[in-house]
């Protein structure tokens, strides 16, 4: 089985490096900046919250698919394609995506939101296109090494590749999760998310944002506001928390002294993290919030539910974008 990771950035690595240290056969297709210390530091460094480490070299590192071209001329042909870019560049990959697997091939795209799945199946036809999220948050380090800080897998759509690729990698632990309820994963992960965007505007480290009374409150309204339009949708939400997705609104809610008593868990976070919303628009690039708080406002007037939080949070947002520029 061949696997490739197209858009391998800290999340893509840290797939790579599971795959590698399984002994699949994968590809990571990434940027120059991403290839060079995984060649300089011999693979890619792994650790977890677990005090598991290791190393691993994925089978080929290329930063176009040019680069994979074989002697027939023709580009290799990969079984499973783990798309690990955000909302906003998937329809720019659309044709190398298509060049790069066939009729027989998977791709399983791994983006946070909503929306950017459907513009992709209108434009690639005659492939296998299944969704995925990543549970848990990776943190780069030193040494090209990235780490698992928190509990989690790779959630994934069930297909029959992927119950392939499983028996390879989850031999000691559950690393890829198959799931038949990819919209109740993808609606609570959303949910999560929200935040995203408030840490943006709030232009402070996470954990400071969640001490804060006024941020969590914020927080809460929107996460209402898509709770409304999940019980329209009649999807069955997941549990990523240690409370169901419904209390956490109210526990975002409780004055800060208890909410720190209750949420202690929800507050050990790294002092210095920031949302990776916050990085795009330091950086002057368009964010993701079309895919996330713009997809409750979508969905929204789609039931008839008023989600004036959501569309004040994107329309900040959007001034961010545009003073970043």
């Not at 939101?113 to 948050?137: P, V």
């Not at 800060?256 to 628009?281: C, E, G, H, N, Y």
């Not at 368009?286 to 004040?312: C, F, M, S």
Request: charged share 20%.
């Amino acid at each position: 089985m061949k696997v490739a990771i197209f858009g391998a950035g800290a999340t893509g690595c840290y797939l790579g490096g599971i795959l590698a240290n399984s002994q699949v056969d994968v590809t990571l297709i990434c940027r120059d900046y991403v290839k060079a210390p995984i060649v300089e530091h011999g693979g890619i460094g792994l650790s977890d919250y677990l005090g598991n480490a290791s190393r691993a070299m994925p089978s080929q590192i290329v930063c176009s698919i040019d680069e994979l071209k074989c002697n027939e001329q023709t580009p290799k042909v990969f079984d499973i394609v783990f798309v690990m870019l955000k909302c906003q560049h998937i329809m720019s990959i659309s044709q190398d995506l298509v060049a790069i697997t066939d009729e027989t091939s998977s791709i399983v795209f791994m983006q946070n939101g909503l929306g950017s799945f459907d513009e992709i199946t209108n434009s690639i036809k005659q492939r296998a296109l299944y969704q995925g999220i990543t549970s848990f948050n990776v943190l780069a380090m030193e040494n090209c090494t990235y780490h698992q800080g928190t509990e989690g897998g790779f959630i994934c759509q069930a297909f029959p590749q992927l119950q392939e690729l499983c028996s390879h990698v989850n031999r000691e632990r559950e690393v890829i999760e198959p799931t038949n309820n990819i919209n109740g994963v993808l609606y609570s992960k959303l949910m999560l998310n929200l935040n995203n965007a408030i840490n943006a505007v709030a232009d402070i480290p996470l954990k400071q944002e969640l001490e804060q009374a006024s941020f969590r409150k914020l927080l809460a309204k929107a996460m209402k506001e898509w709770l409304a339009i999940v019980r329209a949708e009649e999807v069955q939400l997941v549990q990523f928390t240690k409370v169901k997705p419904s209390l956490v609104p109210i526990i975002l809610s409780l004055p800060t002294w208890l909410f720190k008593l209750v949420a202690k868990q929800m507050l050990l976070i790294d002092p210095k993290a920031r949302s990776s919303m916050w990085q795009d628009i330091q950086d002057g690039k368009i964010t993701e919030v079309d895919y996330l708080n713009g997809a409750v406002v979508r969905l929204g007037k789609k039931h008839g539910i008023e989600t004036p939080v959501n569309q004040q949070i994107v329309e900040q947002i959007k001034q961010l974008e545009q003073s970043s520029k």
